[in-house]
């Protein structure tokens, strides 16, 4: 019961997920964006893809990626530098991390309360196919793809066309056009894609209010605070549905209110609205 409902509904969806790490359910109650690109990734591109991965992790957007070396690496890395929520899909079992330079980086995410998923049981060896196949839900647990850096003939248009099958967006960030490195998110802003220069871009794509709270400080201090959180983060600003949505009693749901208030966590707008710091 607890399966994402996303990757029910995609053309092939996974027959199980394996999970490793107990935030999964508060990590779904998220908005999640999936950062993907170059392995090799130029100084422009890793400048970009930390600059945009932090500013979004501190937004307390969840940020998704398959753990590859360069950019998947680079914008968990710069997640964590920030406090803030890590997805890792695996190409692999979880008693098998690839890459294995990348180890130590997926015992700190789910150090930082992070989590790992694959579709792979212990002891299965990875396989080609298995990456390409990876990326799909990558895709299928996103709200959002970010493209940072990509040459034209990049994996990461593997990753694209299933964002675009599953009906979401692809933004993607502009690079030098003399780069053959960037041909491939060029290509992809001159199909149509939105483009992104900083994370204000990708939060407008996900219909969401920028606010000032750190991605620490996103997190509640029991349950019912998170609760009203997530709903705060998901778009639900008006008092009597989050009282509704939350399910908590009327002085539960008041003193929520009143202590997030009082830590600085959120703030009224008038008119009983609420909203993230």
Known sequence: ???????????????????????????????????????????????????IASDLAEQGIVIISGLALGVDACAHRATLDVGGLALVVLPSPLDNIVPATNRR????????GGVIVSEYGPGVPPQKQNFIARNRLVTGLADALLITEAGAKSGTIHTANFALKQG?????????????????????????????????DVINVLGLEDHKTTAREVRGRNQNE????????????????????????????????????????????????????
């Open 105 to 112: 980086l997926a015992q700190e995410i789910l150090d930082s």
């Open 226 to 277: 998170q609760t009203v959180l997530d709903l705060l983060m998901q778009g639900t600003v008006e008092g009597e549905e989050l009282h509704s949505a939350s399910e908590l009693s009327t002085a539960d749901f008041n003193r929520v209110l009143t202590m997030l208030e009082l830590g600085g966590k959120i703030k009224p707008l008038g008119g009983n609205k609420w909203s993230i710091y």
């Open 1 to 51: 019961q607890d399966f994402p409902e996303a990757l029910q509904q995609m053309e092939t969806p996974p027959k199980q997920l394996y999970v490793a790490g107990d935030n999964f359910g508060l990590i779904l109650s998220r908005p999640r964006v999936a950062i993907v690109g170059s392995r090799n990734m130029s100084a422009y591109g890793k400048r970009v893809t930390r600059k």
């Open 168 to 200: 979401i967006d692809v933004p993607a960030v502009p690079g030098d056009i003399h780069s053959p490195g960037s041909a491939g998110t060029n290509n992809i802003i001159r199909a149509g894609a939105g483009l992104v220069t900083s994370y204000h």
